[in-house]
């Protein structure tokens, strides 16, 4: 069984400019969340998604986004990138509505200069 | 507020020795936790829940409600214990809160 898949692996941007990243979750899983992760900052929430309908939300600004699909694959989209953005992005998904337990992707690099 | 803390950004210890990585967590309902882990150049992986009471590569935890904490240990470390480890909340709604990691070097 193919695991989380994330593209694009890396992604350079410069300030101002909007980005989309997607995510394949495991065949048959329905349920996608998206995570930034920073040194020192660990894993921060972003949003969560389950049949195509976003389930939970974290405390980012609005320039970020995303949805999914009904074959479950989901995309994150982040306007007017700011310096801050430079992070790896993880997508998980799970089973069920239960989440319990994660399986993540390999995450992508995104750089904004 | 749900949170989840991990007071070390950093633990070294021998090979051989005793580890514990520390996590205390926030939450006014009753907590489901989690130990996910990250090897070098591998993916966020799970490593035990709190549920199941498992022993997984040598590593237990249990939760105390009263300390509000769920630390991971092992009694003899080995070097390929080293990676990063996150401790992690299942709050409301099903929504996960994860730590900030600790990273364990264990030296031979």
């Known amino acids: 069984k193919a695991g989380v898949t994330q593209t694009p692996r890396y992604l350079i941007k410069t300030r101002g400019q909007q980005v989309t990243l997607s995510c394949s979750p495991i065949s048959g899983h329905r349920s996608v969340s998206w995570y930034q992760q920073t040194p020192g900052q660990g894993l921060q929430f972003l949003f969560e998604y389950f049949s195509e309908t976003q389930r939970n939300k974290g405390n980012f600004p609005g320039r970020f986004s995303g949805r999914q699909f009904s074959n479950s694959r989901s995309e994150m989209n982040v306007s007017t990138l700011e310096l801050g953005d430079s992070a790896l992005y993880l997508c998980?998904?799970?089973?069920?509505?239960?989440?319990?337990?994660?399986?993540f992707g390999s995450g992508t690099q995104l750089s904004v200069l | 507020a749900q949170r989840v803390t991990q007071p070390e950004k950093l633990l070294s210890v021998f090979k051989g020795a005793p580890v514990e990585l520390k996590c205390n967590y926030s939450y006014s309902g009753s907590p489901e936790l989690f130990w996910y882990v990250q090897y070098s150049r591998q993916r966020l992986q799970l490593l035990l829940r709190h549920i199941s009471r498992e022993s997984i590569k040598g590593f237990t935890a249990d939760l105390n409600k009263g300390e509000t904490s769920f630390h991971l240990k092992k009694p003899f470390a080995q070097e390929e214990d080293s990676a990063m480890y996150y401790c992690a909340l299942r709050g409301d709604f099903n929504k996960f809160y994860f730590g900030s990691g600790t990273k364990l070097n264990v030296k031979p």
């Open positions: 998980a998904s799970s089973l069920g509505a239960s989440n319990e337990k994660l399986f």
